[in-house]
């Protein structure tokens, strides 16, 4: 029998008993924090590259993308404008839940697990639980933008 090359992987080194002392959920949170931050950028940067619907024009003055929409909206409006509100939230969770419908099994898994605040029944894969985070982390980066210049007096 030949000896095991490096890359062998036998099962009961897969199959090792976990050490209680070792905090193993501590890293999932924080490569679920890096990998929502970077799906709400690319959310924001996919709202960045439509043109703006027009929705706010004689309301605001050089409005030219859904970004900068979504951001007016969250300057000026609640979230019980009616038709408005139902417009600009299908949108923005139209964009959110295309880019997490995207994202590989086991980087959602681990991002579901990251996300999820109960350790003990963390799901296996949940978009809802990943777009609801992701569309926090996009929602507050619009209501912290200023949205003076596009003022009209």
Same mark, same amino acid.
């Given at each position: 029998?030949? !000896?095991?090359?490096? &890359?062998?992987? /036998?099962?009961?080194? +897969? ?8 905090? /193993?959920? #501590?890293?999932?949170?924080?490569? !679920? ?13 996919? +709202?960045?590259?439509?043109? =703006?619907?027009?929705i706010f024009e004689g309301e605001a003055q050089g409005i030219k993308t859904v970004w ?8 000026? &409006? ?8 139902? !417009? =600009? ?7 959110? $839940?295309?880019?997490?419908?995207? +994202?590989? #099994? ?12 109960d350790q003990a029944h963390m799901p296996a894969r949940s978009d809802d639980d990943i777009? $609801? ?7 507050? $980066? ?12």
């Amino acid at each position: 029998m030949s !000896a095991p090359k490096p &890359y062998d992987v /036998y099962a009961p080194f +897969l199959m090792a008993e976990a050490d209680p002392e070792v905090d /193993y959920f #501590h890293p999932i949170q924080r490569f !679920a924090a890096e990998r929502i931050e970077a799906l709400a950028k690319r959310v924001i940067i996919r +709202l960045q590259r439509l043109d =703006a619907s027009g929705i706010f024009e004689g309301e605001a003055q050089g409005i030219k993308t859904v970004w900068d929409e979504w951001c007016w909206y969250q300057e000026k &409006y609640d979230s019980d404008t009616g038709m408005l509100s139902w !417009a =600009a939230e299908e949108i923005l969770d139209g964009m959110i $839940a295309g880019t997490v419908s995207v +994202l590989p #099994h086991s980087e959602a898994v681990l991002i579901s697990c990251g996300v999820c605040e109960d350790q003990a029944h963390m799901p296996a894969r949940s978009d809802d639980d990943i777009c $609801a985070v992701v569309r926090e982390v996009v929602t507050e $980066a619009a209501s912290k933008r200023s949205m003076d210049r596009f003022e009209v007096w």
